[in-house]
């Protein structure tokens, strides 16, 4: 194959980069806006960071295939940044599929980085909302989540029986006048199969139907392959569509997706609205609809509600870790976006990839003041001061608005830039910590060699994950006795540090010792909980909880999983 692509990292193969750069490292710039969108001041969330960019992307060789990305080019990136000796690095990527962290090559890339006191933040991937589809899971690596901020941009369909039904919106529409209005099913091709064209596959559709008319597609959770390309809008922009509405089906319900983007004037509704539509479309012969101009509005409650793409634990290589570790703005996230792309200078994005460059400015922040923390201390610093509650005080809401969230949705919580800033106390770990979690997993010493230059490292003969020294605490097999060891280091004045636990509902938890009083600076003190419960009365799957230490002035919360092992 050849390719005809340019080596800067300036020329963005799809914006993804340029985005999420801005994201993190962003200076102020005013009068920001998307399509007269969201209008402000736009900043990263480092505004004053040196940045680097590393380019592994490439324009695609093969026909309809946007980019592609080398795995030798993201290695070669990862071992140029540990020369250039950058403080923290964004990778808002993830692995292809699940592979044990000792075959994972972003896995052994992102060791080393934190060996050379590097600290990689990582997107949590947009396979959401099912369970098991977090990636980026190694403990090594900060794994973000995605969700929403206190801000809405929607409009109005109105409807020829002047129905009105309230939508969110992707794109600005360009007027507010009225369009026919077809349906996919009704749009199809004279041989195309009737539900491909429902949910307006690319290869299904007339474009003499569509031309000059606000198309109507259905949408769901799992997005059939060949409906992708017309869901992002793209292709329904080349059969001459007016305008897109993306109507939920029963399964989404009142779920709404937020990870696709749009290239003409698109919007989506839930499934009762989506109903609503259909039920007009089928009683006229010639329906129509137009999009009201879309409004920005601010402090909108609750907030933040996850995203539905927003992958989820548990993890599926490392159950007795809780990923993902944090969540973050990832939803219509507006940054820097490649002028000649789609004629804009900035887009509204959504994804775990946006979510993962707020917190890499936070850590930056965090390095820039605390310059002799270790990675595993920034991360235990932005986790542990994370809210579980939104802006009305309540545990933070799934995608549907209505459900809690749980911590495989959000890990630690939302994250809280100025908190992380003086956490108090940290959980920290070092390489040999790491290694000995590698230890507990199918290995040889050539194995191990890809990860610590000491080929001669030796296993310890036993070593408990409920021992590794990690900000959250899973435990995944629970026979109804355990005991879990952590470490606190104080990085702030001397104090008193009294525990507050809220227990998973059947368990007891007693901790020990029941204060912990540190009288200097870097003290270390170890303290356990003990677990214990009646197996047979508890639920077959996780149950949720929370220890947290506090001194009156510092809250250092660590969120607890628990799920029975039934027999």
């Given at each position: 194959m050849t390719f005809n692509d340019t080596l800067s990292p300036r020329d963005d193969v799809n914006g993804h980069g340029t985005h999420t750069l801005s994201t993190a490292g962003g200076n102020f710039v005013p009068g920001v806006s998307y399509h007269g969108l969201a209008n402000g001041t736009a900043k990263g969330t480092a505004p004053k960071s040196r940045v680097a960019a590393y380019k592994i992307t490439w324009k695609s060789p093969v026909p309809h295939e946007e980019a592609i990305t080398s795995e030798m080019d993201m290695l070669a990136a990862f071992e140029a940044a540990m020369d250039d000796g950058v403080d923290i690095i964004n990778f808002s990527m993830g692995p292809t599929e699940f592979v044990e962290y000792t075959k994972d090559a972003v896995a052994i890339s992102t060791f080393h980085a934190m060996k050379n006191d590097i600290l990689v933040v990582a997107s949590a991937s947009n396979t959401g909302p099912s369970p098991q589809t977090v990636?980026?899971?190694?403990?090594?690596?900060?794994?973000?989540?995605?969700?929403?901020?206190?801000?809405?941009?929607?409009?109005?369909?109105?409807?020829?029986?002047?129905?009105?039904?309230?939508?969110?919106?992707?794109?600005?529409?360009?007027?507010?006048?009225?369009?026919?209005?077809?349906?996919?099913?009704?749009?199809?091709?004279?041989?195309?199969?009737?539900?491909?064209?429902?949910?307006?596959?690319?290869?299904?559709?007339?474009?003499?139907?569509?031309?000059?008319?606000?198309?109507?597609?259905?949408?769901?959770?799992?997005?059939?392959?060949?409906?992708?390309?017309?869901?992002?809008?793209?292709?329904?922009?080349?059969?001459?569509?007016a305008g897109l509405i993306l109507a939920g089906d029963e399964k989404l319900g009142s779920r709404i997706l937020h990870n696709e983007l749009h290239l003409l004037p698109t919007v989506i509704i839930n499934y009762k609205d989506s109903e609503t539509l259909f039920g007009y479309i089928n009683s006229t012969r010639n329906p129509i609809a137009s999009f009201t101009t879309a409004n920005t509005s601010l402090g909108t409650k609750p907030a933040p509600i996850m995203g539905c793409f927003s992958s989820r634990g548990p993890s599926k290589l490392s159950p007795g870790i809780l990923k993902p570790d944090i969540t973050a703005p990832g939803v219509d996230i507006l940054a820097a976006f490649p002028p000649n792309k789609y004629k804009t200078p900035y887009f509204m994005i959504s994804g775990t990839s946006m979510a993962a460059p707020h917190v890499a400015g936070i850590a930056a922040l965090i390095k820039k003041i605390h310059p002799d923390w270790t990675t595993a201390a920034i991360k235990s610093a932005i986790m542990t001061t994370a809210s579980p509650l939104d802006n009305t005080g309540m545990p933070i809401r799934d995608c549907d608005n209505a459900s809690a969230a749980t911590p495989f949705a959000y890990g630690t919580g939302h994250v809280r830039p100025n908190l992380a800033m003086d956490p108090g106390l940290i959980y920290n770990l070092n390489q040999y910590d790491y290694l000995n979690f590698l230890c507990t997993f199918p290995h040889n010493n050539t194995i191990l060699e890809k990860f610590s230059k000491q080929h001669s490292y030796k296993c310890p003969s036993s070593f408990n994950i409920l021992d590794f020294n990690y900000p959250s605490i899973s435990i995944p097999n629970f026979t109804g006795k355990a005991i879990v060891t952590r470490e606190l280091t104080n990085v702030g004045q001397p104090g008193t540090y009294i525990p507050r636990i809220e227990a998973p509902t059947g368990v007891s938890i007693v901790v020990e010792p029941k204060t912990l009083v540190f009288s200097k600076k870097d003290e270390q003190i170890k303290f356990k909980l003990i677990f214990t419960a009646d197996i047979n009365h508890l639920p077959s799957d996780y149950i949720f909880g929370s220890l947290v230490w506090s001194d009156a002035k510092h809250v250092v919360r660590t969120p607890i999983v628990v799920k029975a092992q039934k027999a």
């Open positions: 990636e980026n899971t190694a403990p090594w690596v900060l794994t973000v989540a995605a969700s929403t901020v206190d801000r809405e941009i929607s409009s109005y369909i109105i409807l020829g029986n002047h129905l009105k039904i309230k939508v969110h919106v992707y794109v600005c529409p360009i007027d507010d006048k009225f369009y026919p209005l077809i349906n996919g099913a009704e749009a199809h091709l004279p041989n195309a199969n009737i539900t491909d064209a429902l949910w307006c596959g690319s290869s299904a559709l007339d474009p003499a139907k569509v031309k000059g008319k606000i198309l109507v597609c259905r949408y769901t959770l799992s997005i059939p392959e060949s409906a992708k390309d017309t869901i992002d809008s793209a292709h329904a922009r080349k059969l001459g569509a």
